[in-house]
């Protein structure tokens, strides 16, 4: 709609600049066709200048210099003139490449030296009609392709921002589930023959704990999921527990303390799930531990995350670094601090805290 609307423009200043070129040479009698044809040239080439930009500003130049060298308008009217050159440089320029535009331009100047031979004063108008719009039309295009790269750059960070989102949401689904999982396929193995009925309440843990890994990562491959699908943890209190569950399953004990019933923003409290659920996930893994406490306090100013074990304190991170970064990276986005630590007892301890008086943009899934 918008080219639709330029194309109507350039046609009516086409007709336009034919109208005054015809004017012009219809005052000192009946002209000649050809006059008609050179006129023709310099106006009609304005109308298509948007799709055959070098080929209109050629064809005006070209007719212009004619139209002044041999007498087809009187010198009053030049002006006319001006303006068909000045609209098809522009194009030319804000169009293509500047090897292109600057044969162009160099046409114009040479335009400008052939009418010197015939009106000194000829270069004063012609020189600064072809090479100041010439000049227009490189800074919109160099603006113009400034701006595309800003914006395919914003996209590029957008994009590796969300392949970081997704890295780091399949790393805490996949480390905690698949944790869960192996520990109990361990338990399963070991009790087999002497108490089966333990292997099969192994067993179905591992049933109930992959179908869950499997929702989680489809939602975190955003397979057209919306961000409110019930399957989906949103960091409340039930979800909070459901890790704990786990992680009792697994074989840690683990006390739950959840203080405050302050409503918190959906990116913090999802922040908080995905905390609580890597720490945990590093307990089981790493920490060789038996005991656990987990404790969410929420006031009116701030949300905290307490995590501590009794395990190895040189077991408690992961090895790959990736889930005290992934943590950090996701506390740092909404404004908080992340202190993850070995514990002067012995274990490991990860504190958080969250501010949640500020407005806060993103964070979510």
């Keep these: 709609m918008i080219r639709l609307r330029w194309q109507v423009v350039d046609a009516m200043a086409a007709l336009a600049v034919l109208a005054a070129c015809g004017v012009a040479v219809t005052e000192a009698g009946r002209p000649p066709w050809w006059h008609w044809t050179v006129i023709g040239a310099v106006a009609l080439p304005i109308a298509v200048r948007d799709r055959w930009s070098l080929i209109a500003a050629l064809v005006t130049l070209t007719a212009s210099v004619a139209a002044l060298g041999y ?12 303006a068909a050159v000045a609209l098809t440089q522009y194009s030319v320029a804000a169009k293509l490449p500047a090897t292109r535009s600057g044969s162009v331009l160099a046409a114009g100047l040479a335009g400008a030296g052939v009418l010197a031979f015939l009106a000194p004063s000829a270069p004063l108008v012609a020189m600064p009609a072809v090479t100041l719009p010439w000049l227009v039309g490189r800074l919109v295009r160099h603006r113009r392709h400034l701006t595309e790269r800003l914006a395919d750059e914003r996209a590029a960070r957008a ?15 996949v480390a905690h589930n698949l944790s869960v999982i192996a520990m109990k396929a361990s338990i399963a193995r070991h009790v087999a023959a002497a108490r089966p009925e333990e292997s099969v309440t192994a067993l179905e843990v591992i049933e109930a704990v992959g ?18 699908d019930p399957d989906l943890p949103v960091g409340s209190a039930d979800d909070v527990r459901a890790l704990v569950d786990r992680a009792e399953q697994a074989g840690i004990r683990v006390e739950l303390t959840l203080v405050g019933e302050a409503a918190l923003p959906a990116g913090i409290r999802l922040v908080v799930y995905r905390v609580v659920q890597e720490a945990l996930t ?17 006031d009116a100013d701030a949300v905290t995350v307490d995590v501590a074990d009794d395990g190895t304190a040189s077991g408690a991170t992961d090895a790959t670094g990736y889930g005290l970064r992934g943590m950090r990276e996701r506390v740092s986005a909404y404004g908080g601090s992340l202190h993850a630590a070995p514990r002067p007892s012995g274990g490991f301890a990860v504190a958080v805290r969250l501010p949640t008086a500020q407005p806060v943009e993103g964070g979510q899934r």
């Design 211 to 228: 179908r869950e890994a499997l929702v989680e990562m489809r939602g975190a491959l955003g397979l057209l999921r919306a961000n409110d």
């Design 282 to 298: 590093n307990v089981i893994r790493h920490a060789k531990a038996t005991r656990c406490t987990v404790s969410v306090a929420v």
């Design 159 to 173: 994009v590796a921002e969300e392949r970081l989102r997704i890295a780091r949401d399949l790393h805490d689904t």
């Design 71 to 82: 007498d087809v308008i009187p010198p009053y009217a030049a002006v006319s003139l001006v």
